[in-house]
């Protein structure tokens, strides 16, 4: 019930909550059992197809297509280098770590990111707090939110070029897709677009 109540929750800590209470309920109840009864295979990795759309950036729909059939959008897919390195290097984007590093929205985040089932975010910090412990100090945080996105939604034309993803999926990545609709924005949005930033054992921006 916590689940359904935060589907149509506008974006907010009391959502995230929700959804993490829900979560994690969902695994104490059924995740053992369900670990103990149907182990899967580990030699059966799922094979998700990666394409690089860099490599087939003037042609990528027929590209897809071709090799992985009319019916490709009811599989999963990876899609890579969705940006060029010169676009990537562009020092006016803001989802870069020198942009989240200028951030000052305050999120919920995780400190710890290595715990065992850590379903819901511990702590909430500014963006650039966050991203200066990740990038300078190794810190285990991680980001998991969409309250940059929802708070600026103009951002949505850095996650990927607007354009190419309209040309494949339809027209659901314009800025007021990713905002709730109805009377105060109650009702969840088309898009959802949560942004991920960690360190592995490099550190590594992640989107």
Do not use: C, M
């Not at 020198?98 to 710890?112: A, H, K, R, S």
């Amino acid at each position: 019930a916590a689940w359904v109540v935060a589907q149509w929750l506008p974006r907010n800590s009391i959502n995230e909550d929700l959804h993490a209470q829900a979560w994690a309920y969902w695994e104490d109840k059924y995740g053992a059992r369900r670990a103990l009864t149907q182990q899967p295979p580990q030699d059966l990795p799922l094979a998700i197809p990666e394409v690089n759309v860099q490599e087939h950036k003037d042609d990528l729909l027929h590209h897809l297509e071709a090799t992985l059939g009319h019916d490709w959008r009811r599989r999963p897919l990876k899609l890579v280098n969705l940006w060029s390195a010169d676009e990537l290097a562009n020092p006016a984007r803001r989802l870069s770590v020198p942009g989240l590093l200028q951030e000052n929205l305050t999120i919920p985040y995780f400190t710890d990111a290595r715990r065992p089932n850590a379903l819901s975010p511990d702590a909430q910090a500014p963006i650039s707090a966050i991203v200066a412990n990740i990038t300078t100090r190794g810190s285990p945080h991680k980001i998991g939110s969409q309250f940059l996105l929802q708070h600026d939604p103009e951002l949505i034309r850095e996650i990927a070029p607007t354009q190419l993803l309209t040309s494949l999926f339809g027209d659901y990545f314009q800025p007021h897709h990713v905002k709730g609709f109805g009377p105060g924005g109650i009702l969840p949005p088309f898009t959802t677009v949560p942004l991920f930033v960690a360190s592995g054992s490099s550190i590594q921006q992640q989107q």
